[in-house]
């Protein structure tokens, strides 16, 4: 497989953006980038590697941040020249483009700074793909103002991103109609089934979730047909990860779960 990003496209039945959520260690990335490719292989879906150098927004000071951006890279640009997989990565800062940019395939601007113009505008430069989580405060109609900023860049590599939206304190909430929404501004959907079951900051300092319902609320945002891409934060023990192990989809529930997905998919297209 060679490095390419068709997210949208009708030569895949569906784009799966899957990773732990920090860089942990290389040999980690290493071995879930060969297991997404073994499962893209075997499933059709077009896989996208994606790990974080720096958690820049963890609930308590003494968490787990990563590697940091110089080292993240280096393992990041590993994992791509040996996987052959699209790579995604997320950046905190303005200054922080340029350079991820040189390096991975997607740009993720995280939901918290989804209204940031200056971050919007300096992933937008790099002229990769950029993808953009709605806030949890955030309407899906809205999000045409965001695109907009990162399309005055002259890049129109948009991807727009549900993660949920916010239901009383540190709760979660998907409402299926964002979905359409979204893709009603013209760009491809992107349905992050991790973090729509986060509850924030809700374990003394940690987040916690509720991974039982990531292939119930998967499965239903793809069925309404709205959907280009999954993002499933996985981990061979979520229990020992370093960072959103309470809401990651443990890695042997990943494969079963993407051809259900594949199913559902292939069965919309069948009847249109």
Do not use: W
């Not at 990565?89 to 350079?99: F, G």
């Not at 998967?218 to 990860?241: L, Y």
């Amino acid at each position: 497989m060679t490095n390419s990003v068709e997210i949208g496209s009708e030569f895949y039945p569906l784009a799966i953006i899957a990773g732990p959520c920090v860089i942990e260690s290389e040999d980690l990335c290493l071995f879930l980038a060969e297991e997404l490719a073994g499962i893209a292989a075997r499933t059709g879906i077009l896989p996208v590697f994606k790990a974080s150098f720096d958690k820049a927004n963890r609930s308590s000071v003494t968490s787990f941040r990563g590697p940091g951006l110089e080292e993240g890279l280096r393992i990041l640009e590993n994992v791509r020249g040996a996987s052959g997989l699209p790579i995604t990565t997320d950046i905190h800062l303005p200054e922080q483009a340029a350079a991820v940019g040189e390096v991975v395939d997607i740009i993720q601007i995280p939901a918290f700074l989804c209204r940031q113009t200056d971050l919007l505008v300096a992933a937008g430069k790099t002229s990769k793909a950029v993808n953009v989580k709605k806030g949890q405060f955030v309407h899906p109609h809205d999000m045409r103002f965001v695109a907009d900023k990162v399309a005055s860049t002259g890049n129109t590599k948009i991807l727009l991103t549900e993660r949920g939206a916010s239901f009383g304190y540190r709760d979660l909430v998907v409402d299926m109609r964002s979905l359409v929404q979204l893709a009603e501004i013209g760009f491809p959907v992107v349905f992050d089934a991790t973090h729509s079951v986060q509850r924030m900051g809700g374990e003394a300092g940690v987040s916690g979730g509720s991974p039982m319902f990531i292939p119930a609320l998967a499965r239903a945002a793809v069925a309404t047909g709205a959907v280009s891409a999954v993002f499933i934060e996985t981990h061979p023990d979520p229990s020992h990860a370093l960072s959103d192990g309470a809401n990651s989809l443990p890695l042997p529930e990943l494969e079963p779960l993407v051809k259900s997905l594949v199913r559902i998919v292939r069965s919309l297209r069948a009847d249109n």
